[in-house]
């Protein structure tokens, strides 16, 4: 498995952008397809974005389409979710997951990022 540490995140006001980081250790990070997740308070963990190994192909949550960009850096076996316009409903933690192109299920997940957007 690969180990994720996400960062990142804070306390932000509305409108503002945000980089959240995403490093990973312990496997070839170019074969991982990556992925964001959020939480927010009192609900389920919803998909938010996933990135290809080659970075080459990316989908998105309807909900974000637009002001979320995921992107990937393999040689700092780094991803990245660029987050425009926020919004308090955007207020969740975050977190970013992993697995390898062969399989279905995202098998490695960080602890997570929290962002808190003031109105």
Not at 3 to 20: C, H, M, P, T
Not at 49 to 71: L, M, N
Not at 107 to 112: A, E, L, T, Y
Request: hydrophobic letters at 35%; charged letters at 20%.
């Amino acid at each position: 498995q690969v180990q994720l540490v996400e960062s990142g995140g804070g306390l932000v006001q509305a409108g503002d952008s945000l980089r959240l980081s995403c490093a990973a250790s312990g496997r070839t990070f170019s074969l991982y397809t990556m992925a964001w997740f959020r939480q927010a308070p009192g609900k389920d963990r919803e998909f938010v974005a996933r990135i290809t190994g080659s970075g080459r192909s990316t989908v998105y949550a309807d909900s974000v389409q637009g002001r979320f960009t995921i992107s990937r850096d393999n040689a700092k076996d780094t991803v990245y979710l660029h987050i425009d316009r926020l919004k308090p409903e955007d207020t969740a933690v975050y977190y970013c997951a992993a697995r390898r192109a062969s399989t279905v299920t995202f098998g490695s997940w960080g602890p997570g990022t929290q962002v808190t957007v003031s109105s």
